[in-house]
């Protein structure tokens, strides 16, 4: 790494990320912590992550000490145990006392760019006169983020979408850019003139690749419903009724109970539920496939980690992420969104056809170097300098 100089600290940029916490395994967690780390590290940024959560809970992922976190200690997430009538108190409350001590805080560090990770703080952010550039940094595609299922809801549930809706479109229009992760996403943002596309950055570089020797197929996913692991077991049960001899292991965070359930109903033989694994590299590296099953992703991290280890990838083609890393056919194959016998198919093509296999495994690590973190970096260092430069 080249060393900072006292000109460069001099003039380094100041940039404020809001985040609720960082002491969770979370995709959002990693990589701000990841992109946050390096550009205060390579950059020579001065960088503040701003917390509302998690006070005295450290990072779960490494973070650079060159970066200062800031907690506002707010516990919204005391809201999550509270009836209607008290979490609608408690969460007015806490959103004012919010956006005070924010205001505080930014007026008196006066970065050059605020980015907000578009949860509590962006419905006041753009109204602080702090003097900062505002950037919104969305994690999942729109239809997906915050849904409040109004088609299915009550008359006033369906009301409040509608007026939730038209309000975040105006809070999005006054940021100077909102950075989603893929092209479709951006083009769903079709009220909004200052939408771009900077993907998320392969979390780190690994020190080995599998050899496609073992004869595994694994899956890194929380165990909720937006994954699809029901999907992945009841495609596997497909697969074992044609293959005896691949084995199926999952990783993740949640609870497992009702997936046990499942495969045991299904009959499963080969398939093994794990919890989360701290060793996600090796989890890779030990398998040959690896198989991505959500009903909608943000993007997708694991699916380029997988890549970087040498696995192509399985996946079903929801919104947004997968089709925007893999190369169908090429280093990896979509399925039909929600189709178990289109996963199972495809599963089975690359099983029983090695040659295949090993060449879209090549490709993988291939094309997955597009979204090392120097090069992603560098996207949002230009988006910084542009940004500041309009000052």
Known sequence: MKPISETQATDALKIVYVTPALYMAGGVERVLTLKASYMAE?????????????????????????????????????????????????????????????????????????????????????????????????????????????????????????????????????????????????????ELDNVMVIPDPLSFVPLQQSTLSNRRVVAVARYSHEKGIDLLLQAWALVEQQNDDWQLDIYGEGDRQPYELLASRLGLKRCTLHGRTNDVERAYCESSLFVLSSRFEGFGIVIVEAMACGLPVVAFDCPWGPRSIISNGEDGLLAGQG????????????????????????????NVQRFRIERIAEQWKLLFDTVKKSK
């Open 42 to 190: 390579h950059y020579g940024y001065d960088i503040t992550i701003v917390l509302t959560e998690g006070k005295d809970k450290p990072t779960f992922y490494p973070l650079s000490d060159k970066v200062k976190v800031v907690n506002l200690d707010l516990n919204f997430e005391e809201l999550w145990q509270a009836s209607f009538l008290k979490k609608t108190v408690l969460y007015l409350r806490k959103q004012h006392q919010f956006k005070r001590l924010l205001r505080k805080l930014l007026m008196s560090l006066r970065p050059d760019i605020t980015v907000s990770l578009l949860r509590r703080e962006i419905n006041f952010i753009n109204s602080i006169p702090d003097g900062s550039r505002k950037i919104g940094e969305l994690h999942i595609n729109r239809s997906n983020y915050r849904n409040y299922d109004a088609e299915g809801g009550s008359r006033m549930k369906r009301l409040f979408a509608r007026w939730w809706s038209a309000s975040l479109v105006s809070h999005l229009k006054q940021l100077d850019r909102l950075v989603v992760l893929t092209e479709r996403d951006r083009a769903s943002w079709v």
């Open 339 to 366: 189709d178990v016998a289109d996963l199972s198919r495809l599963l089975l093509s690359l099983m029983d056809d090695p040659a295949r296999l090993t060449a879209m495994a090549a490709a993988a690590v291939r």
